[in-house]
């Protein structure tokens, strides 16, 4: 079974240009999740999706971050105007959905790294 | 808020040897999880271990262990028999759910593990 595949796995940009990250879930996970690493920091909460519903997009820098879940399969995250401060490692998970509060693993895709100069 | 604490920037271990990794947790919640995930170099977040803290067992898995001590606060993940291939980012990690239902991880800044032969 492929596991969470993310594109592209390195992005170069200047700043003020637009750049699209491609994250495509474990099949049959309705919960996908985006998270950033900014160099030397915390890994940080983005955004959470249910199926093609955004749950959770408290994490979200700015509105220069534009997320989208097409119907609840695979998900972007647009950055336009990118910004220097904009550099760091774009990570997406996706887990089962739950209705009984258990546990279920949520499985990492092996990030984008994204360097604005 | 949810919040963890990694101490330690940088450990080394000789191979074959155990290793204690510490995390301590910050939280209100009566109810919640932590997590442990490995980083290599190839940029990929593994998935190692998860304690619940109603569990009344330390969880273990292979050579993982999670020395969950809950009235410090702490869940330090113990690696046995280190192996060269254990060199990688060691986060943990909190479960995190907000009244709205979302779900999210709260980490740490992360161990960098070094594994001497």
């Known amino acids: 079974e492929a596991g969470v595949t993310q594109f592209p796995s390195h992005s170069v940009i200047e700043k003020g240009q637009t750049v699209t990250l491609r994250c495509d879930p474990i099949s049959g996970h309705d919960n996908l999740y985006w998270y950033r690493r900014v160099m030397g920091k915390e890994i940080k909460f983005l955004l959470h999706f249910v199926k093609e519903s955004k749950q959770d997009e408290s994490g979200m820098p700015n509105n220069r971050f534009l997320a989208e879940r097409t119907g609840g399969t695979y998900s972007t995250l647009k950055v336009q105007p990118a910004e220097l401060e904009d550099s760091g490692v774009y990570f997406c998970a996706s887990s089962q959905v739950t209705w009984t509060g258990e546990f279920t693993e949520a499985f990492f895709g092996q990030g984008t790294r994204l360097t604005v100069v | 808020a949810q919040k963890i604490t990694q101490t330690q920037p940088g450990m080394f271990v000789q191979e074959k040897e155990a290793v204690t990794l510490d995390c301590t947790y910050d939280?209100?919640?009566?109810?919640?999880?932590l997590f442990w995930y490995k980083q290599p170099s190839s940029g990929e977040m593994i998935f190692l271990i998860y304690?619940?803290?109603?569990?009344?067992q330390n969880a273990t898995e292979g050579r993982y262990s999670l020395n969950f001590q809950k009235a410090r606060k702490s869940a330090n993940l113990v690696i046995s028999a280190s192996q060269l291939g254990d060199s990688a980012m060691y986060f943990c990690a909190m479960r995190d759910i907000t009244q709205g239902g979302s779900e999210k991880l709260v980490f740490g800044k992360g161990t960098k593990l070094t594994v001497n032969p």
């Open positions: 304690q619940g803290s109603y569990d009344q």
């Open positions: 939280t209100s919640d009566p109810s919640y999880g």
